[in-house]
């Protein structure tokens, strides 16, 4: 497609499941970032790919979060044993250059996970 | 690390008004802003961007203003419209792989 696909667009969980969010980038973007939404907040960083590299993973909010990128193109976002304050709206975003200061990033829809 | 701060929160204005909107940042090593807009279920999408070696931008009804020494940058809106009813994000980043969020304005243009 043209723009950044993400799916599920909506999961339920119940505390303790693993949850798996995955991003299809626009093809051809070396970067690929993820960025948590809680409700009412602005985006907050996760965890950047350049192509396969996992350059940065300082927002991951704990252990139990995991990203990965195998061959630089589509990413899954992988939350273990999900908790409550994981509820929120999981976007995936990515640029043509290498850094978050060399153009636009273009988001997807978002992957909005709600923890009973 | 950088924080930038935005406001108001929530903004109402007339159609025909203008809308102006606020942010800080505490980085002085930032250099890229951009503004965004989120309508509801989608994800944001760029609107405006400046860099740090201009002052100020234009696009059509949108402008951004940016104060280096003071640390703030603005978006202004003239001529509002009901299809700019949305939720506006600024952002700042240094060029890392971060970029950091203000919490949002939600825009709300009265017909």
């Known amino acids: 497609g043209a723009g950044v696909s993400q799916s599920p667009r909506y999961k339920v969980a119940k505390r303790g499941q693993d949850v798996a969010l995955r991003c299809d980038p626009i093809?051809?973007?070396?970067?690929l970032f993820w960025y948590q939404q809680a409700l009412g907040q602005g985006p907050e960083f996760l965890t950047y790919f350049q192509n396969e590299a996992q350059l940065d993973k300082s927002g991951l909010p704990s252990d139990r979060f995991f990203a990965e990128r195998p061959e630089g193109s589509v990413s899954t976002l992988k939350i273990q044993r999900t908790q409550q304050e994981d509820s929120a709206v999981y976007l995936c975003?990515?640029?043509?250059?290498?850094?978050?200061?060399?153009?636009?990033?273009?988001f997807g829809e978002g992957s909005r996970l709600t923890v009973l | 690390g950088e924080n930038v701060e935005q406001h108001p929160s929530t903004l109402s204005v007339q159609e025909g008004d203008s809308a102006v909107i606020k942010c800080t940042y505490s980085?002085?090593?930032?250099?890229?802003f951009p503004w965004y807009k989120q309508e509801l279920g989608k994800g944001p999408q760029l609107i405006i961007d400046i860099r740090s070696n201009v002052g100020e931008k234009k696009d059509q009804r949108i402008a951004v203003t940016l104060n280096k020494t003071a640390k703030h940058f603005s978006l202004h809106i003239t001529e509002t419209q009901p299809e700019d009813s949305a939720v506006y994000f600024c952002a700042a980043s240094k060029g890392n792989n971060d970029m950091r969020f203000g919490a949002g304005t939600r825009l709300t243009v009265k017909p």
């Open positions: 975003a990515s640029s043509l250059g290498a850094r978050a200061n060399t153009g636009e990033l273009f």
């Open positions: 980085d002085s090593a930032s250099n890229y």
């Open positions: 093809s051809g973007h070396v970067s």
